[in-house]
Protein backbone atom coordinates (compact mmCIF):
# COMPACT_ATOMS: atom_id res chain seq x y z
CA UNK A 1 0.00 0.00 0.00
CA UNK A 2 1.31 3.30 -1.05
CA UNK A 3 1.92 5.55 2.15
CA UNK A 4 4.09 8.63 3.64
CA UNK A 5 5.25 8.46 7.19
CA UNK A 6 5.50 11.97 8.24
CA UNK A 7 6.27 14.25 11.22
CA UNK A 8 3.32 15.96 11.63
CA UNK A 9 0.19 16.07 9.67
CA UNK A 10 -0.92 19.79 8.88
CA UNK A 11 -4.31 20.71 7.40
CA UNK A 12 -4.99 22.81 3.97
CA UNK A 13 -7.65 24.88 3.30
CA UNK A 14 -10.41 22.90 1.71
CA UNK A 15 -11.23 22.77 -1.35
CA UNK A 16 -8.04 23.38 -2.54
CA UNK A 17 -6.21 22.58 -6.47
CA UNK A 18 -2.91 21.28 -6.39
CA UNK A 19 -0.94 19.90 -9.12
CA UNK A 20 -3.67 18.84 -10.81
CA UNK A 21 -5.14 17.18 -7.85
CA UNK A 22 -8.14 17.79 -6.27
CA UNK A 23 -8.61 18.01 -2.22
CA UNK A 24 -12.79 18.42 -1.93
CA UNK A 25 -13.02 18.31 1.83
CA UNK A 26 -11.73 16.03 5.10
CA UNK A 27 -14.03 13.91 7.47
CA UNK A 28 -12.66 13.40 11.21
CA UNK A 29 -13.99 10.26 13.19
CA UNK A 30 -16.31 11.20 15.55
CA UNK A 31 -14.59 8.70 17.91
CA UNK A 32 -10.90 9.01 17.48
CA UNK A 33 -10.04 12.48 16.57
CA UNK A 34 -6.72 11.24 14.80
CA UNK A 35 -8.36 9.83 12.23
CA UNK A 36 -8.76 11.88 9.50
CA UNK A 37 -10.28 11.02 5.58
CA UNK A 38 -9.18 13.64 2.79
CA UNK A 39 -12.15 13.58 -0.10
CA UNK A 40 -9.63 13.76 -3.27
CA UNK A 41 -9.61 14.08 -6.99
CA UNK A 42 -7.55 12.80 -9.85
CA UNK A 43 -7.93 12.52 -13.20
CA UNK A 44 -12.04 11.09 -12.82
CA UNK A 45 -11.17 9.20 -10.21
CA UNK A 46 -12.51 9.94 -6.50
CA UNK A 47 -11.31 8.51 -3.71
CA UNK A 48 -10.03 9.41 -0.35
CA UNK A 49 -6.48 9.56 1.48
CA UNK A 50 -6.47 8.38 4.96
CA UNK A 51 -4.66 10.14 7.79
CA UNK A 52 -3.55 8.71 10.72
CA UNK A 53 -2.18 10.89 13.78
CA UNK A 54 0.61 9.30 16.35
CA UNK A 55 3.00 11.88 18.67
CA UNK A 56 5.76 11.90 16.76
CA UNK A 57 5.30 10.08 13.67
CA UNK A 58 2.05 10.03 11.56
CA UNK A 59 0.62 8.10 8.44
CA UNK A 60 -0.20 9.17 5.20
CA UNK A 61 -1.53 6.77 2.92
CA UNK A 62 -4.87 5.51 0.73
CA UNK A 63 -8.09 4.42 2.15
CA UNK A 64 -8.54 0.68 1.26
CA UNK A 65 -12.37 0.94 0.41
CA UNK A 66 -12.19 3.90 -1.98
CA UNK A 67 -8.74 3.34 -3.19
CA UNK A 68 -8.79 3.69 -7.14
CA UNK A 69 -7.95 1.15 -10.18
CA UNK A 70 -4.89 3.49 -10.85
CA UNK A 71 -2.00 3.35 -8.44
CA UNK A 72 -0.23 6.03 -10.34
CA UNK A 73 -3.43 8.62 -9.33
CA UNK A 74 -2.75 7.27 -5.64
CA UNK A 75 1.26 8.07 -5.76
CA UNK A 76 0.19 11.58 -7.53
CA UNK A 77 -2.58 12.33 -4.72
CA UNK A 78 0.16 11.42 -1.94
CA UNK A 79 2.50 13.88 -3.08
CA UNK A 80 0.40 16.65 -4.18
CA UNK A 81 -0.96 16.76 -0.57
CA UNK A 82 2.78 16.35 1.31
CA UNK A 83 3.93 19.72 -1.40
CA UNK A 84 0.59 21.20 -0.74
CA UNK A 85 0.57 21.41 3.29
CA UNK A 86 4.39 21.75 3.47
CA UNK A 87 4.70 17.85 5.19
CA UNK A 88 7.69 16.82 6.47
CA UNK A 89 7.94 12.94 4.59
CA UNK A 90 10.57 11.04 6.84
CA UNK A 91 9.85 7.81 4.72
CA UNK A 92 7.79 6.52 1.80
CA UNK A 93 7.69 4.29 -0.49
CA UNK A 94 6.10 6.46 -3.31
CA UNK A 95 7.91 6.58 -6.00
CA UNK A 96 8.80 10.08 -7.22
CA UNK A 97 9.14 9.28 -10.87
CA UNK A 98 6.41 6.97 -12.20
CA UNK A 99 7.01 3.47 -13.46
CA UNK A 100 5.04 3.27 -17.23
CA UNK A 101 2.86 0.40 -15.25
CA UNK A 102 0.33 2.86 -15.71
CA UNK A 103 0.04 2.43 -19.63
CA UNK A 104 -1.36 -0.80 -18.99
CA UNK A 105 -2.99 -0.05 -16.24
CA UNK A 106 -5.59 2.33 -18.52
CA UNK A 107 -6.38 -0.74 -20.66
CA UNK A 108 -6.21 -4.09 -18.66
CA UNK A 109 -7.17 -3.38 -15.37
CA UNK A 110 -10.88 -2.13 -14.90
CA UNK A 111 -12.87 -0.85 -12.00
CA UNK A 112 -16.28 -2.51 -11.34
CA UNK A 113 -18.55 0.51 -13.02
CA UNK A 114 -16.91 -0.90 -16.13
CA UNK A 115 -18.64 -4.13 -16.06
CA UNK A 116 -21.75 -2.84 -14.58
CA UNK A 117 -22.34 -0.28 -16.86
CA UNK A 118 -21.90 -2.02 -20.31
CA UNK A 119 -20.90 -5.91 -19.39
CA UNK A 120 -18.16 -7.25 -22.63
CA UNK A 121 -20.42 -9.26 -24.60
CA UNK A 122 -18.50 -9.75 -27.84
CA UNK A 123 -16.77 -12.70 -26.82
CA UNK A 124 -17.14 -15.94 -24.88
CA UNK A 125 -16.29 -15.12 -21.23
CA UNK A 126 -14.18 -17.12 -18.40
CA UNK A 127 -13.41 -16.15 -15.10
CA UNK A 128 -10.65 -16.47 -12.84
CA UNK A 129 -11.39 -15.80 -9.04
CA UNK A 130 -8.39 -15.21 -6.51
CA UNK A 131 -6.06 -15.25 -9.35
CA UNK A 132 -2.68 -14.95 -6.56
CA UNK A 133 0.50 -15.18 -8.72
CA UNK A 134 -1.72 -15.49 -12.16
CA UNK A 135 -0.04 -18.35 -13.66
CA UNK A 136 -3.14 -19.89 -14.66
CA UNK A 137 -4.47 -16.94 -15.70
CA UNK A 138 -2.03 -15.95 -17.63
CA UNK A 139 -1.59 -19.52 -19.14
CA UNK A 140 -5.11 -19.49 -20.10
CA UNK A 141 -5.00 -16.15 -22.36
CA UNK A 142 -2.15 -16.81 -23.76
CA UNK A 143 -3.35 -20.04 -24.95
CA UNK A 144 -6.96 -19.07 -26.00
CA UNK A 145 -6.98 -15.96 -27.63
CA UNK A 146 -10.13 -15.90 -28.59
CA UNK A 147 -11.58 -16.22 -25.14
CA UNK A 148 -11.98 -12.88 -23.13
CA UNK A 149 -10.44 -13.80 -19.62
CA UNK A 150 -11.26 -11.60 -16.61
CA UNK A 151 -9.13 -12.17 -13.80
CA UNK A 152 -10.75 -11.33 -10.04
CA UNK A 153 -8.50 -10.50 -7.02
CA UNK A 154 -8.26 -8.50 -3.95
CA UNK A 155 -4.48 -8.59 -2.96
CA UNK A 156 -3.24 -5.48 -5.05
CA UNK A 157 0.18 -6.81 -5.26
CA UNK A 158 -0.64 -9.93 -7.09
CA UNK A 159 -2.80 -7.88 -9.54
CA UNK A 160 0.29 -5.31 -10.32
CA UNK A 161 2.37 -8.48 -11.11
CA UNK A 162 -0.41 -9.88 -13.48
CA UNK A 163 -0.78 -6.35 -15.05
CA UNK A 164 3.11 -6.83 -16.18
CA UNK A 165 3.33 -10.22 -17.00
CA UNK A 166 0.09 -9.44 -19.38
CA UNK A 167 2.22 -6.05 -21.01
CA UNK A 168 5.06 -8.28 -21.45
CA UNK A 169 3.29 -11.27 -23.03
CA UNK A 170 1.17 -8.40 -25.12
CA UNK A 171 -2.02 -10.19 -24.00
CA UNK A 172 -5.40 -8.46 -25.51
CA UNK A 173 -7.73 -10.88 -24.36
CA UNK A 174 -7.09 -10.32 -20.33
CA UNK A 175 -9.14 -7.90 -17.99
CA UNK A 176 -8.40 -7.13 -14.27
CA UNK A 177 -10.66 -6.30 -11.79
CA UNK A 178 -9.95 -5.43 -8.13
CA UNK A 179 -12.73 -6.59 -6.03
CA UNK A 180 -14.85 -9.51 -4.21
CA UNK A 181 -15.17 -12.06 -6.54
CA UNK A 182 -18.83 -12.88 -4.47
CA UNK A 183 -20.25 -9.23 -5.54
CA UNK A 184 -18.77 -9.07 -9.13
CA UNK A 185 -20.78 -12.09 -9.74
CA UNK A 186 -24.38 -10.40 -9.43
CA UNK A 187 -24.04 -8.34 -12.14
CA UNK A 188 -22.87 -11.11 -14.67
CA UNK A 189 -25.17 -11.41 -17.42
CA UNK A 190 -27.18 -14.80 -17.47
CA UNK A 191 -25.97 -17.72 -19.49
CA UNK A 192 -22.47 -15.98 -21.33
CA UNK A 193 -19.80 -17.79 -19.19
CA UNK A 194 -17.67 -20.66 -20.39
CA UNK A 195 -15.79 -21.56 -17.21
CA UNK A 196 -14.99 -19.84 -13.73
CA UNK A 197 -11.59 -20.92 -11.72
CA UNK A 198 -11.39 -21.27 -8.08
CA UNK A 199 -8.38 -22.56 -7.38
CA UNK A 200 -7.07 -22.94 -3.77
CA UNK A 201 -9.72 -20.40 -2.18
CA UNK A 202 -8.39 -19.73 1.27
CA UNK A 203 -9.93 -22.16 3.41
CA UNK A 204 -11.23 -19.76 5.93
CA UNK A 205 -12.04 -22.58 8.78
CA UNK A 206 -12.46 -19.92 11.04
CA UNK A 207 -14.53 -17.21 9.12
CA UNK A 208 -16.67 -19.55 7.27
CA UNK A 209 -18.76 -16.60 5.96
CA UNK A 210 -15.71 -15.42 3.80
CA UNK A 211 -15.49 -18.12 1.73
CA UNK A 212 -15.60 -17.43 -2.22
CA UNK A 213 -17.98 -20.82 -3.02
CA UNK A 214 -21.17 -20.67 -0.80
CA UNK A 215 -24.87 -21.37 -1.94
CA UNK A 216 -25.21 -17.52 -3.35
CA UNK A 217 -21.73 -17.80 -5.06
CA UNK A 218 -22.43 -21.45 -6.56
CA UNK A 219 -26.86 -19.84 -7.31
CA UNK A 220 -24.72 -16.78 -9.55
CA UNK A 221 -22.04 -19.37 -10.91
CA UNK A 222 -24.87 -21.21 -11.97
CA UNK A 223 -26.98 -18.16 -13.60
CA UNK A 224 -24.21 -16.79 -15.05
CA UNK A 225 -22.47 -19.99 -16.86
CA UNK A 226 -23.34 -20.93 -20.35
CA UNK A 227 -25.19 -24.39 -20.67
CA UNK A 228 -22.40 -27.46 -20.34
CA UNK A 229 -20.31 -24.29 -18.73
CA UNK A 230 -18.33 -25.33 -15.83
CA UNK A 231 -17.17 -23.91 -12.04
CA UNK A 232 -14.18 -25.74 -10.66
CA UNK A 233 -12.49 -25.65 -7.41
CA UNK A 234 -9.76 -26.68 -7.01
CA UNK A 235 -8.77 -27.34 -3.23
CA UNK A 236 -5.76 -28.68 -1.18
CA UNK A 237 -7.68 -28.59 1.74
CA UNK A 238 -10.03 -31.52 2.77
CA UNK A 239 -12.08 -29.63 5.08
CA UNK A 240 -12.92 -27.10 2.12
CA UNK A 241 -13.67 -30.03 -0.10
CA UNK A 242 -15.77 -31.86 2.18
CA UNK A 243 -17.80 -28.01 2.69
CA UNK A 244 -18.06 -27.49 -1.36
CA UNK A 245 -18.91 -31.16 -1.94
CA UNK A 246 -22.05 -30.38 0.38
CA UNK A 247 -22.64 -26.93 -0.90
CA UNK A 248 -22.48 -28.37 -4.48
CA UNK A 249 -24.54 -31.39 -4.24
CA UNK A 250 -27.47 -29.04 -2.85
CA UNK A 251 -28.01 -27.73 -6.52
CA UNK A 252 -30.54 -29.51 -9.32
CA UNK A 253 -30.24 -29.67 -12.27
CA UNK A 254 -26.29 -29.71 -12.42
CA UNK A 255 -23.47 -32.62 -13.00
CA UNK A 256 -20.77 -32.52 -10.69
CA UNK A 257 -17.34 -34.49 -10.98
CA UNK A 258 -14.81 -34.95 -8.68
CA UNK A 259 -11.20 -35.90 -9.35
CA UNK A 260 -8.35 -36.34 -6.46
CA UNK A 261 -4.74 -35.13 -7.55
CA UNK A 262 -5.52 -34.74 -11.21
CA UNK A 263 -2.72 -32.87 -13.21
CA UNK A 264 -3.50 -29.22 -14.85
CA UNK A 265 -1.61 -27.92 -17.46
CA UNK A 266 -0.14 -25.64 -15.40
CA UNK A 267 0.43 -25.98 -11.54
CA UNK A 268 -0.34 -22.76 -9.36
CA UNK A 269 3.06 -21.58 -6.75
CA UNK A 270 0.39 -22.74 -3.68
CA UNK A 271 0.08 -26.07 -6.25
CA UNK A 272 3.41 -26.35 -6.05
CA UNK A 273 4.16 -26.31 -2.41
CA UNK A 274 1.36 -28.49 -1.58
CA UNK A 275 2.72 -31.64 -3.81
CA UNK A 276 6.05 -31.19 -2.46
CA UNK A 277 4.32 -31.51 1.02
CA UNK A 278 2.27 -34.67 -0.33
CA UNK A 279 -1.06 -32.96 0.26
CA UNK A 280 -3.75 -34.67 -1.62
CA UNK A 281 -5.42 -32.04 -4.29
CA UNK A 282 -9.12 -31.92 -4.83
CA UNK A 283 -11.07 -31.01 -7.96
CA UNK A 284 -14.82 -30.39 -7.46
CA UNK A 285 -16.21 -29.88 -11.61
CA UNK A 286 -19.66 -28.61 -11.80
CA UNK A 287 -21.38 -28.37 -15.15
CA UNK A 288 -24.26 -26.41 -15.69
CA UNK A 289 -27.01 -28.77 -17.29
CA UNK A 290 -29.90 -25.63 -17.49
CA UNK A 291 -30.38 -22.42 -18.95
CA UNK A 292 -31.30 -19.14 -16.66
CA UNK A 293 -33.31 -16.56 -16.63
CA UNK A 294 -31.79 -13.05 -18.00
CA UNK A 295 -31.01 -11.23 -15.35
CA UNK A 296 -32.84 -8.33 -14.03
CA UNK A 297 -32.07 -6.14 -11.14
CA UNK A 298 -34.79 -2.83 -10.88
CA UNK A 299 -34.28 -0.38 -8.32
CA UNK A 300 -32.60 2.97 -7.32
CA UNK A 301 -29.89 4.42 -4.88
CA UNK A 302 -32.33 7.53 -4.02
CA UNK A 303 -32.87 8.64 -0.48
CA UNK A 304 -35.19 11.26 0.64
CA UNK A 305 -34.58 13.80 3.62
CA UNK A 306 -32.84 12.40 6.43
CA UNK A 307 -35.80 12.14 9.64
CA UNK A 308 -33.07 11.76 11.79
CA UNK A 309 -30.94 14.68 13.77
CA UNK A 310 -27.06 14.56 13.04
CA UNK A 311 -26.67 13.41 16.74
CA UNK A 312 -28.92 10.87 16.73
CA UNK A 313 -26.84 9.55 12.92
CA UNK A 314 -23.91 9.53 15.22
CA UNK A 315 -25.47 7.52 17.83
CA UNK A 316 -25.55 4.57 15.20
CA UNK A 317 -22.14 3.94 15.28
CA UNK A 318 -21.50 0.43 16.18
CA UNK A 319 -24.94 -0.91 15.71
CA UNK A 320 -26.09 -3.64 13.97
CA UNK A 321 -29.52 -4.17 12.08
CA UNK A 322 -30.57 -7.31 11.00
CA UNK A 323 -33.20 -8.33 7.69
CA UNK A 324 -34.36 -10.77 6.12
CA UNK A 325 -31.21 -12.30 4.11
CA UNK A 326 -28.75 -9.58 5.23
CA UNK A 327 -27.90 -6.81 8.00
CA UNK A 328 -26.35 -3.18 7.93
CA UNK A 329 -23.52 -2.69 10.36
CA UNK A 330 -22.77 0.84 10.97
CA UNK A 331 -18.59 0.88 11.19
CA UNK A 332 -17.94 4.91 11.64
CA UNK A 333 -18.48 7.76 12.11
CA UNK A 334 -16.70 10.90 10.61
CA UNK A 335 -17.84 14.71 11.32
CA UNK A 336 -17.41 17.02 7.95
CA UNK A 337 -17.88 20.87 7.80
CA UNK A 338 -21.30 20.58 7.33
CA UNK A 339 -22.86 17.33 8.41
CA UNK A 340 -21.80 13.87 8.87
CA UNK A 341 -20.48 10.60 6.92
CA UNK A 342 -21.14 7.10 8.01
CA UNK A 343 -18.41 3.99 6.96
CA UNK A 344 -21.09 1.45 6.82
CA UNK A 345 -21.31 -2.88 5.38
CA UNK A 346 -24.53 -4.04 4.52
CA UNK A 347 -25.98 -6.48 2.34
CA UNK A 348 -26.09 -10.20 2.41
CA UNK A 349 -23.73 -12.15 5.40
CA UNK A 350 -21.39 -13.98 2.71
CA UNK A 351 -21.21 -11.18 0.25
CA UNK A 352 -20.99 -7.81 2.53
CA UNK A 353 -20.35 -4.58 0.52
CA UNK A 354 -18.30 -1.51 2.72
CA UNK A 355 -19.24 2.56 1.59
CA UNK A 356 -19.26 6.15 2.84
CA UNK A 357 -22.66 7.99 3.00
CA UNK A 358 -22.65 11.50 3.50
CA UNK A 359 -25.51 13.33 5.04
CA UNK A 360 -25.67 17.19 4.96
CA UNK A 361 -28.01 20.21 4.23
CA UNK A 362 -28.00 18.78 0.94
CA UNK A 363 -29.37 15.19 2.42
CA UNK A 364 -28.16 11.79 1.90
CA UNK A 365 -25.71 10.50 -0.63
CA UNK A 366 -23.27 7.85 -1.62
CA UNK A 367 -19.68 9.19 -1.66
CA UNK A 368 -17.69 8.29 -3.96
CA UNK A 369 -19.39 6.02 -5.55
CA UNK A 370 -23.19 4.18 -5.57
CA UNK A 371 -23.07 0.95 -4.13
CA UNK A 372 -22.65 -1.71 -6.95
CA UNK A 373 -26.10 -2.23 -8.43
CA UNK A 374 -27.11 -5.73 -7.01
CA UNK A 375 -30.55 -7.30 -5.86
CA UNK A 376 -28.73 -7.76 -2.51
CA UNK A 377 -27.49 -3.82 -2.12
CA UNK A 378 -31.20 -2.64 -3.68
CA UNK A 379 -32.97 -4.85 -1.03
CA UNK A 380 -30.01 -3.26 1.69
CA UNK A 381 -30.26 0.40 0.59
CA UNK A 382 -33.83 0.20 1.29
CA UNK A 383 -33.31 -0.76 4.56
CA UNK A 384 -30.87 1.86 5.26
CA UNK A 385 -33.19 4.39 4.19
CA UNK A 386 -35.86 2.99 6.47
CA UNK A 387 -33.42 3.64 9.10
CA UNK A 388 -32.19 7.15 8.33
CA UNK A 389 -35.78 8.32 7.91
CA UNK A 390 -36.60 7.06 11.42
C1 LIG B 1 -4.56 -19.08 -1.57
S1 LIG B 1 -4.53 -17.89 -2.84
C2 LIG B 1 -4.51 -18.86 -4.33
C3 LIG B 1 -4.02 -18.09 -5.51
C4 LIG B 1 -4.03 -18.81 -6.86
N1 LIG B 1 -5.36 -19.15 -7.30
C5 LIG B 1 -3.15 -20.04 -6.85
O1 LIG B 1 -3.66 -21.12 -7.10
O2 LIG B 1 -1.96 -19.90 -6.59
C6 LIG B 1 -6.19 -17.27 -2.78
C7 LIG B 1 -6.34 -15.91 -3.47
O3 LIG B 1 -7.72 -15.53 -3.50
C8 LIG B 1 -7.81 -14.13 -3.29
N2 LIG B 1 -9.18 -13.89 -2.78
C9 LIG B 1 -9.68 -14.25 -1.58
N3 LIG B 1 -10.97 -13.90 -1.47
C10 LIG B 1 -11.31 -13.28 -2.65
C11 LIG B 1 -12.51 -12.69 -3.14
N4 LIG B 1 -13.63 -12.67 -2.40
N5 LIG B 1 -12.49 -12.15 -4.38
C12 LIG B 1 -11.35 -12.16 -5.13
N6 LIG B 1 -10.18 -12.72 -4.71
C13 LIG B 1 -10.16 -13.27 -3.49
C14 LIG B 1 -6.70 -13.84 -2.30
O4 LIG B 1 -6.30 -12.48 -2.33
C15 LIG B 1 -5.60 -14.79 -2.76
O5 LIG B 1 -4.71 -14.19 -3.66
Same mark, same amino acid.
Given at each position: ?150 ? !? *? ?8 ? %????? +??? @?? /? ?122 ? !? *? ?8 ? %????? +??? @?? /? ?72
Amino acid at each position: MPHLHIEEFKQIDFPKVYDEVSFNFIASNAMHEDEKLISTTVEDEDFFLLVKEEENKSLLKTDKLTRPASIHNVHRALLAYAKAAGLHVINSNVPQTQKNIHLQEVTALKKIEYFANKFPLDKEVRIEVGFGSGRHLLHQAATHPDVLFIG !I *EIHRPSIEQV %LKQSV +IQK @LN /NLLVLDYDARLFMELVPSNIVGAIYVHFPVPWDKKPHRRVISTSFIEEARRVLKVGGTLELRTDSENYYAYSYETFIAFNKTTLQINKNKDIAISSKYEDRWKKMEKNIYDVTMINDELSEPLT !I *EGDFTFSKPG %LSFDE +ITG @LH /NKTFRFEDGFMHFERVYKTKNGVMLRLSMGSFDRPEHLYIIIDEKGISYYPDLPLKSRSNLKAHKELGKILHG
